[in-house]
């Protein structure tokens, strides 16, 4: 079936092409154009994000030394640097930003949940956070962070049991993390994992209103009254297990009904947490090896920067900079459902880095994966000896 056909052309089959139409369609995105579409437009993009592209021009002089390959890869007549800036500047980031929340949804149901997870509920586990990248306050002068330096924040909810970002929010670096749950999508019964720079208890009671749960560190400036203990192992690491309620007039009104509080120390690293949540049926322990699991949003942050096009960005302009990113994502998914549905047993890191080099090639996706073998080989880590500290 996939004989004669390039494996970027078989990959880009893992797209539904009508999905993205209407998503196109939402935002008039191809209002007044007639070669270049939107379309077009994800295909250059994603070309350039799998093959390591470094610039808008190194991936047009790529792709116009292959014009004769370009109407089988699916990308129509070709373009120039120009009209691909063009679009990335003009063209509305949210055609991809709704096109990567239907391949969210796509990749969730394909998914095989983390069977290693030491957790005994089965509810949704999502990770929050978010991640500054740094841009040149000349150049993104729309990204002010700090008086010489500019940046973008990208908000995440990270799905722990699938290893998926669920949802992407992208604003300037100036603004504070907390500001992303009011955009995360809640859902009733799940626990939302938080660091507690998130802690800003009108927006706690809002999950806790929609019958989600949070879990989160409570902040050293925490003040409360005992309503009452629970019995504890102590052998467990737990120290104390407690419902309390906000002692501060303003935030006791902000979240005017009980908090549980946890204290655990961790024997292997020596340090004591005191997590909140608003959960009061699962164990103390199981509280704890919850909150363990917010540390899987950073490293799927790590891979991203990595393995993608995220830390430089081939336009200028916000909506650019938001439009590579979502389309960043987009990329990812692809390699997620490719790797579902081909039950390959090749890493995401394994798949990227063949791919990269065999976009070009007429290749059965199938046969060019059952033909590699997995090394196991670690991947590349910031902590490499620096020639200059010698």
Not at 105 to 120: C, E, F
């Amino acid at each position: 079936m996939n004989q004669g056909k390039y494996v970027f052309a078989q990959l880009i089959e893992f797209l539904s092409h009508n999905d993205f139409i209407r998503c196109v369609s939402k935002f008039d995105g191809n209002y007044k154009i007639k070669t270049f579409t939107c379309w077009h437009q994800l295909l250059y993009m994603i070309f350039g994000q799998l093959s390591h592209r470094e610039s808008l021009s190194d991936l047009i002089i790529c792709l116009q030394s292959q014009q004769n390959k370009s109407y089988h890869l699916g990308m129509g007549k070709g373009t120039s640097k120009a009209n691909l800036a063009k679009a990335n500047e003009n063209r509305d980031y949210r055609i991809y930003e709704s096109f990567a929340l239907i391949l969210v949804a796509q990749a969730q149901r394909l998914a095989i949940p983390n069977t290693t997870l030491d957790l005994s509920i089965d509810a949704p586990v999502y990770a929050i956070d978010a991640t500054v990248i740094d841009l040149c306050l000349n150049v993104f002068w729309w990204g002010k962070f700090r008086k010489h330096k500019a940046a973008v924040k990208l908000h995440t909810m990270f799905d722990v049991r699938t290893n998926i970002p669920t949802f992407i929010y992208v604003t300037s670096g100036s603004v504070h993390d907390v500001n992303g749950l009011d955009h995360f999508p809640l859902e009733a019964g799940s626990y939302y994992l938080m660091d507690k720079g998130y802690i800003d208890f009108g927006r706690l009671h809002h999950i806790h209103n929609e019958e989600a749960f949070f879990v989160t560190r409570a902040k050293d400036n925490f003040k409360f009254v005992r309503m009452s203990s629970r019995k504890i192992d102590k052998s467990t690491g737990v120290k104390c297990d407690q419902t309390v309620r906000l002692k501060n007039y303003k935030v006791s009104r902000d979240y005017p009904d009980v908090i549980r509080r946890i204290k655990y120390y961790d024997i292997d690293i020596k340090m004591e947490f005191v997590f909140i949540t608003n959960n009061f049926e699962i164990s103390a322990l199981e509280v704890a090896r919850l909150y363990k699991y917010r540390w899987a949003v950073e490293l799927f942050f790590k891979w991203i920067k990595q393995h993608l096009k995220v830390k430089t960005f081939w336009g200028h302009s916000f909506n650019a900079v938001k439009t590579q990113i979502y389309i960043a994502m987009i990329t990812y998914l692809i390699v997620v459902i490719m790797k579902h549905q081909l039950k390959l047993r090749q890493t995401q890191y394994e798949i990227l880095q063949i791919l990269s080099i065999s976009l070009l090639c007429k290749i059965p996706l199938l046969e060019l994966f059952s033909k590699t073998y997995p090394q196991y080989v670690k991947e590349q880590t910031c902590n490499q000896l620096n020639l200059f500290d010698l």
